[in-house]
C-alpha cells in the first residue's frame, strides 16, 4: 500500500542552523501538508499546498519557514535559523483530489540544542 | 477560533469491553471528521472518517457524527490491548487544501 514517506528520522542541530526536513508524499496525491506537534501537545497544521504554491499557513509558519517542491517526488520543509522552541515531531502528509483524508508520514524528530 | 475538544482521559477500559471516545467540535462549517490513533512517538494512523450525520461502522469500530450538536465519537467494540493509545478526533472545513484541525486528544488504556 502506497505511504507517505519522511527523512531523515531523527535530526539534531544546534540553535541557529538550517534544517531541511524531507517528505516523498504518496505518488498521485496533489495536495501536501506539513504539521508539528511539540512532545505533550496536539499536532497543529503548519502549511498546505497545491499547485505549486503555499494555500493556507498558519501563524507558526512564519519567515523562518518555506516549503518547496523541488522535483516530481520531493516536497520540503526548510527551517532557516532553528529556534530551541522548535522542537518537536514534524508530520508531512498528503492528500489525493478524490478523498478528504490526509495520510501522514512517520515524522521526523527535532532537537534543537 | 475553530476548536476541537476532547477529554484527555487517560481512559481505562477492562479488556473485551466497549470504549467511548468523544469529541465536540466549534466551526459548524465543518464537513468531515476523522479518528486518528497515534501511539506514543508514532504519527496519527486513520481509524475512520465520517461525513453524515448518524453511525457508521467498520469492524469493531463506530463513528457516530451529530451535526447539529457538533459532536463525533467513536466506540470500540471487544477493546483489546493493542488498542492502547491516544485517540485524535479532527475536523476538515470547507476547502480541499484545507488543514485538518486537531483534537488534544483522549488517551485510551485497556486494561487485561
Known amino acids: 500500500e502506497p505511504e507517505v514517506t519522511q527523512t531523515p528520522s531523527h535530526q539534531v542541530t544546534q540553535m541557529g542552523q538550517e534544517v531541511i526536513l524531507r517528505c516523498v508524499p504518496i505518488s498521485n496525491h496533489l495536495y501536501f501538508y506539513w504539521y508539528r506537534q511539540i512532545l505533550g501537545q496536539k499536532v497543529e497544521f503548519l502549511v498546505s499546498?497545491?499547485?505549486?504554491?503555499?494555500?493556507?499557513k498558519s501563524e507558526i509558519f512564519d519567515d523562518q519557514f518555506s516549503v518547496e517542491r523541488p522535483d516530481g517526488s520531493n516536497f520540503t520543509l526548510k527551517i532557516r535559523s532553528t529556534k530551541l522552541e522548535d522542537s518537536a515531531m514534524y508530520f508531512c502528509a498528503s492528500k489525493s483530489t478524490a478523498q478528504e483524508t490526509q495520510y501522514f508520514g512517520p515524522g521526523t524528530r527535532l532537537l534543537v540544542l | 477560533q475553530k476548536e476541537v475538544e476532547q477529554n484527555s482521559g487517560p481512559l481505562s477500559v477492562p479488556e473485551g469491553a466497549i470504549a467511548s471516545l468523544n469529541c465536540t467540535y466549534s466551526?459548524?462549517?465543518?464537513?468531515?471528521f476523522f479518528w486518528y490513533r497515534q501511539y506514543s512517538g508514532k504519527s496519527p494512523e486513520l481509524i475512520m472518517s465520517?461525513?453524515?450525520?448518524g453511525d457508521k461502522e467498520d469492524g469493531r469500530f463506530t463513528a457516530q457524527l451529530n451535526k447539529a450538536s457538533q459532536y463525533v465519537s467513536l466506540l470500540i467494540r471487544d477493546s483489546q490491548p493493542s488498542d492502547s493509545a491516544t485517540y485524535l478526533c479532527a475536523a476538515w472545513p470547507y476547502s480541499s487544501a484545507s488543514k485538518i484541525i486537531f483534537g488534544s486528544g483522549t488517551r485510551l488504556s485497556i486494561r487485561p
Open positions: 499546498f497545491y499547485n505549486n504554491e503555499i494555500s493556507e
Open positions: 466551526d459548524r462549517g465543518s464537513q468531515s
Open positions: 465520517i461525513y453524515s450525520n
